[in-house]
């Protein structure tokens, strides 16, 4: 309640600037929408990976903005400021995911170019041999990985619009209440629709440099605002030293962080994410190596200070201003934040506007819109990525194989329309009905999506490597690997009932006390690749011998 | 490019490799064991130089990573002369690869 007061009294202070700054902010996302039709060639290359000849300003931001999602602008700051310093040591997984854009990013371009492929599961399973077991397997991957992401962003962008327009109005159609939430969600969805339908990934691409550039300022400048408003970088420092010893010190204030687990969401988290489709065809849209080695490096340099010295300082400072609270055993926020990932959006609405000088309604309001930004910049390449996976991969090769180029593109467009009005409709009914089950599973299935999608790291090693692995081994890994990840999520219990299903559930939340659960997917997946591929190698040879 | 140079970009290759995987488990992992003040303690040093002693460790662990990559893009990345990032089994099979059933 405190906190949706407080919102109501930042909003009249920063007076209309939250709407111009949205407006103007939509209104370039349009332009640029504009801009990509004017530039695009009538073919599917182009539209999916703009002629695959984006230079390193437009592969940077665009593989850093897709990168993060609003969680690097509500979910960090919230973790550590639910968890104290342990969860910064998070920040060692952008160096890794950085050297990887070049190591795996710059042979996927180049072997995708030499193959004409477009999709992950283009390449791997035309390098084995064809497969469509593979190709269905590598599809699935991403699409585990891709609708997770585009239902939370549009969820996260109707949230972020009830703390920018609190006192906005509401309707009522059909018996049902819509509000801000419903305005945020509706709007940010139809903006996104509109610019990847007409511009494909020219305009996406340029909307993530817009996005990406707002996201990182706006963590520098969120660190700032922590700062000043702890009276500057001295008292900063000494207010965080006097955090209590769980602050300061692993395994954080709940004890979920340990060193293992925190190593192996590290390695594992940040290259899941860089082999994930929306990368994979960002990778593939690069003019050539070179700019994905000058991505690599920025990557690798500017988003670390970003979240050591912006974002992550901010949920440090925050536990400073607004102690969470332990009654009755439980860790709470404090009640002036309300929930953990808005400690951010509460210290910009308590002190932004006093801190930030003239300017602080204006930059305020722009934070506000960075974080939109960030929802959209992952939502938007996520929603590119999941049209060219369902149409290439699926409809092209199983459901009409003859298609041609012009009907795949307009399949593509309707996947896009298809997966947004989805995507909103679960949204708008998990609002009003807290229960809804299909929504509290997409929002678990985040939470797994990064492990379903470093299954595909074996294969991809061994395509770009090792050359050892054979077809039924990428299989047999895959569905091992998917499968052990599967346990880590509701299914279980769904599918094998209580009996079975509760020891499952508690093996399944030591090991992820333990390790990163892509990382106990991984060993499996591994295990069974091998082993497959050793066995069918050794029956070739002894079929060769007789 | 000569054995010699090829033979210092291989050296300079493992090392580099070597130091970021020390980096991250020093960083990242049971590493940070060596500096966590216990949160039992109440006379455990929490800070370094009045930062926070495991933030400061972290910062350390990232300097050294970046300086790897650092390395890696003016002396190892040379993109041109990867020449060979085909997959042997695509310049030998065809577009189709590699076809072990």
């Given at each position: 309640m405190n906190a949706i007061l407080s919102a109501a009294d930042t909003t009249s202070r920063l007076g209309l600037m939250p709407l111009v700054a949205l407006g103007v902010y939509l209104a370039l996302l349009l332009g640029l929408a504009l801009y990509g039709y004017l530039k695009a060639r009538l073919t599917e290359e182009d539209?999916?990976?703009?002629?695959?000849?984006?230079?390193?300003?437009?592969?940077?931001?665009?593989?850093?903005?897709?990168?993060?999602?609003?969680?690097?602008?509500?979910?960090?700051?919230?973790?550590?400021?639910?968890?104290?310093?342990?969860?910064?040591?998070f920040a060692l997984n952008l160096p890794i995911a950085g050297g990887a854009v070049y190591v795996l990013g710059a042979r996927i371009a180049r072997v995708a170019r030499a193959g004409g492929h477009v999709t992950p599961a283009d390449m791997v399973a035309d390098y084995y041999g064809n497969s469509p077991t593979v190709r269905v397997l590598v599809a699935l991957v991403g699409v585990l990985y891709v609708v997770p992401y585009v239902v939370i962003q549009i969820r996260a962008g109707g949230h972020l619009a009830q703390q920018l327009f609190p006192n906005m109005g509401t309707i009522t159609v059909g018996g049902q209440t819509f509000g801000a939430f419903a305005a945020g969600a509706t709007v940010l969805s139809i903006v996104m629709m509109l610019y990847i339908l007409v511009g494909g990934m020219r305009s996406v691409a340029l909307a993530d440099v817009v996005q990406g550039s707002l996201l990182l300022t706006g963590m520098l400048v969120a660190g700032y605002t922590v700062i000043a408003a702890l009276g500057g970088p001295g008292p900063y420092v000494e207010a965080v030293s006097q955090l209590p010893p769980e602050a300061l010190s692993l395994p954080g204030a709940t004890g979920r962080y340990t060193a293992w687990s925190l190593m192996t969401i590290c390695i594992f988290a940040s290259l899941a994410s860089i082999i994930q489709p929306a990368q994979w065809m960002r990778f593939c849209a690069a003019r050539s190596p070179q700019a994905l080695k000058r991505t690599s490096l920025i990557f690798s340099i500017v988003l670390p200070v970003c979240f050591l010295l912006g974002v992550m300082p901010v949920g440090l400072g925050a536990r400073a201003l607004y102690p969470p609270q332990r009654i009755?055993?439980?860790?709470?926020?404090?009640?002036?934040?309300?929930?953990?990932?808005?400690?951010?959006?509460?210290?910009?609405?308590?002190?932004?506007?006093?801190?930030?000088?003239?300017?602080?309604?204006?930059?305020?309001?722009?934070?506000?819109?960075?974080?939109?930004?960030?929802?959209?910049?992952?939502?938007?390449?996520?929603?590119?990525?999941?049209?060219?996976?369902?149409?290439?991969?699926?409809?092209?090769?199983?459901?009409?194989?003859?298609?041609?180029?012009?009907?795949?593109?307009w399949v593509g467009r309707f996947v896009i329309v298809a997966g947004s009005a989805l995507a909103l409709a679960l949204v708008q009914i998990g609002e009003h009905r807290q229960d809804f089950a299909p929504l509290r599973m997409i929002i678990e299935m985040q939470f797994v999506a990064m492990a379903f999608s470093c299954q595909l790291l074996p294969v991809v090693i061994d395509m770009l490597f090792l050359h050892r692995g054979t077809r039924s081994g990428a299989i047999g890994g895959l569905i091992a690997g998917l499968l052990t990840v599967a346990l880590f999520t509701p299914a279980p219990g769904i599918l094998l009932g209580q009996s079975l299903g509760q020891p499952v559930a508690q093996t399944a939340d030591y090991l992820k006390s333990l390790f990163d659960i892509g990382f106990c997917g991984l060993v499996v997946n591994v295990v069974v690749f091998v082993s497959i591929s050793g066995l069918a190698k050794a029956a070739r040879a002894n079929q060769g011998a007789q | 490019m000569n054995d010699r140079s090829c033979l210092l970009r291989k050296r300079l290759s493992t090392v580099l490799s070597l130091v970021f995987a020390i980096a991250i488990v020093m960083?990242?992992?049971?590493?940070?064991?060596?500096?966590?003040?216990?949160?039992?303690?109440?006379?455990?040093?929490v800070t370094w130089l009045g930062l926070p002693i495991l933030y400061a460790w972290i910062v350390f662990w990232f300097l050294v990573e970046a300086m790897v990559i650092v390395l890696a893009y003016l002396f190892l990345w040379d993109a041109a002369q990867e020449s060979d990032v085909l997959p042997e089994s695509q310049h030998r099979d065809g577009p189709h690869g590699n076809t072990n059933p």
């Amino acid at each position: 309640m405190n906190a949706i007061l407080s919102a109501a009294d930042t909003t009249s202070r920063l007076g209309l600037m939250p709407l111009v700054a949205l407006g103007v902010y939509l209104a370039l996302l349009l332009g640029l929408a504009l801009y990509g039709y004017l530039k695009a060639r009538l073919t599917e290359e182009d539209y999916y990976l703009a002629g695959r000849q984006q230079g390193f300003v437009i592969t940077s931001l665009t593989i850093m903005a897709t990168f993060f999602s609003s969680s690097a602008m509500l979910a960090v700051p919230g973790t550590v400021y639910k968890e104290g310093i342990a969860f910064m040591v998070f920040a060692l997984n952008l160096p890794i995911a950085g050297g990887a854009v070049y190591v795996l990013g710059a042979r996927i371009a180049r072997v995708a170019r030499a193959g004409g492929h477009v999709t992950p599961a283009d390449m791997v399973a035309d390098y084995y041999g064809n497969s469509p077991t593979v190709r269905v397997l590598v599809a699935l991957v991403g699409v585990l990985y891709v609708v997770p992401y585009v239902v939370i962003q549009i969820r996260a962008g109707g949230h972020l619009a009830q703390q920018l327009f609190p006192n906005m109005g509401t309707i009522t159609v059909g018996g049902q209440t819509f509000g801000a939430f419903a305005a945020g969600a509706t709007v940010l969805s139809i903006v996104m629709m509109l610019y990847i339908l007409v511009g494909g990934m020219r305009s996406v691409a340029l909307a993530d440099v817009v996005q990406g550039s707002l996201l990182l300022t706006g963590m520098l400048v969120a660190g700032y605002t922590v700062i000043a408003a702890l009276g500057g970088p001295g008292p900063y420092v000494e207010a965080v030293s006097q955090l209590p010893p769980e602050a300061l010190s692993l395994p954080g204030a709940t004890g979920r962080y340990t060193a293992w687990s925190l190593m192996t969401i590290c390695i594992f988290a940040s290259l899941a994410s860089i082999i994930q489709p929306a990368q994979w065809m960002r990778f593939c849209a690069a003019r050539s190596p070179q700019a994905l080695k000058r991505t690599s490096l920025i990557f690798s340099i500017v988003l670390p200070v970003c979240f050591l010295l912006g974002v992550m300082p901010v949920g440090l400072g925050a536990r400073a201003l607004y102690p969470p609270q332990r009654i009755g055993g439980e860790l709470l926020p404090h009640p002036e934040v309300g929930r953990w990932d808005q400690a951010l959006i509460t210290v910009l609405r308590d002190h932004g506007v006093e801190v930030l000088g003239p300017a602080g309604p204006l930059i305020v309001a722009m934070l506000f819109i960075a974080i939109l930004a960030a929802s959209m910049s992952t939502a938007d390449s996520n929603l590119h990525a999941l049209s060219a996976v369902l149409t290439r991969d699926i409809y092209d090769r199983f459901l009409r194989p003859g298609a041609s180029e012009r009907e795949r593109a307009w399949v593509g467009r309707f996947v896009i329309v298809a997966g947004s009005a989805l995507a909103l409709a679960l949204v708008q009914i998990g609002e009003h009905r807290q229960d809804f089950a299909p929504l509290r599973m997409i929002i678990e299935m985040q939470f797994v999506a990064m492990a379903f999608s470093c299954q595909l790291l074996p294969v991809v090693i061994d395509m770009l490597f090792l050359h050892r692995g054979t077809r039924s081994g990428a299989i047999g890994g895959l569905i091992a690997g998917l499968l052990t990840v599967a346990l880590f999520t509701p299914a279980p219990g769904i599918l094998l009932g209580q009996s079975l299903g509760q020891p499952v559930a508690q093996t399944a939340d030591y090991l992820k006390s333990l390790f990163d659960i892509g990382f106990c997917g991984l060993v499996v997946n591994v295990v069974v690749f091998v082993s497959i591929s050793g066995l069918a190698k050794a029956a070739r040879a002894n079929q060769g011998a007789q | 490019m000569n054995d010699r140079s090829c033979l210092l970009r291989k050296r300079l290759s493992t090392v580099l490799s070597l130091v970021f995987a020390i980096a991250i488990v020093m960083g990242a992992g049971p590493g940070l064991y060596l500096v966590n003040p216990a949160p039992s303690d109440s006379a455990a040093h929490v800070t370094w130089l009045g930062l926070p002693i495991l933030y400061a460790w972290i910062v350390f662990w990232f300097l050294v990573e970046a300086m790897v990559i650092v390395l890696a893009y003016l002396f190892l990345w040379d993109a041109a002369q990867e020449s060979d990032v085909l997959p042997e089994s695509q310049h030998r099979d065809g577009p189709h690869g590699n076809t072990n059933p």
